[in-house]
T-cell receptor
Framework: QKEVEQNSGPLSVPEGAIASLNCTYS??????FFWYRQYSGKSPELIMS????GDKEDGRFTAQLNKASQYVSLLIRDSQPSDSATYLC?????????????FGKGTLLTVNP | DTGVSQDPRHKITKRGQNVTFRCDPI?????LYWYRQTLGQGPEFLTY????????KSRLLSDRFSAERPKGSFSTLEIQRTEQGDSAMYLC???????????FGSGTQLSVL
């Protein structure tokens, strides 16, 4: 069974610090990787996508991918209280025609003022 | 607002009743997904449509669940003879063609009493 694993947290960081969120996946043929942010009671919101090994930066967010280690991470620099949310790692099996995302359970991040 | 609309936002029903949810995807998106999410878990894939064709159903989707997308536009998800274990957030998502970015609606929160 294809699995996506995340530490459920909670991960607590002070305002202004770097938050580091990690994810591992079991399916080696996975090709596309996403981070979604989900506020309590709301639906997931796409914040980052990454497709090749290395780092991808977008504002305060950096996604890192290591396919050999089957590992994806998200770094949030200068964390703000508004970043407090659950962060979901999602992996796609885009090699097949019936593309779908498999999600981890999410990591709850709390940024303390 | 992602442009994916779901109705109703909340539904409370008694065990054994039937319920139906509606999803209107982003207008140019030909691919539509239903996911289910329970507290503390990531979204779990239920089913997938490409245009009006239902191409994949999860084993999570028992015979009591049926989904349709009659004209390749909006979709409905019906649950017959609801059980307390059906209580969850039902999320609809859509995407266009080969673009792998999935956009979620606000979800329908189902409570079965």
């Amino acid at each position: 069974q294809k699995e996506v694993e995340q530490n459920s947290g909670p991960l607590s960081v002070p305002e202004g610090a770097i938050a580091s969120l990690n994810c591992t996946y079991s399916d080696r043929v996975s090709q596309s990787f996403f981070w979604y942010r989900q506020y309590s009671g709301k639906s997931p919101e796409l914040i980052m996508s990454i497709y090749s090994n290395g780092d991808k930066e977008d504002g305060r967010f950096t996604a890192q991918l290591n396919k050999a280690s089957q590992y994806v991470s998200l770094l949030i620099r200068d964390s703000q209280p508004s970043d407090s949310a659950t962060y979901l790692c999602a992996v796609s099996n885009s090699g097949g025609s019936n593309y779908k995302l498999t999600f981890g359970k999410g990591t709850l991040l709390t940024v303390n003022p | 607002d992602t442009g994916v609309s779901q109705d109703p936002r909340h539904k409370i029903t008694k065990r054994g009743q039937n319920v139906t949810f509606r999803c209107d995807p982003i207008s140019e998106h030909n691919r539509l997904y239903w996911y289910r999410q329970t507290l503390g878990q990531g979204p779990e894939f239920l089913t997938y449509f490409q245009n009006e064709a239902q191409l994949e159903k999860s084993r999570l989707l028992s015979d009591r669940f049926s989904a349709e997308r009659p004209k390749g536009s909006f979709s409905t998800l019906e649950i017959q003879r609801t059980e307390q274990g059906d209580s969850a957030m039902y999320l609809c998502a859509s995407r266009q063609g080969a673009n792998e970015k999935l956009f979620f609606g606000s979800g329908t929160q189902l409570s079965v009493l």
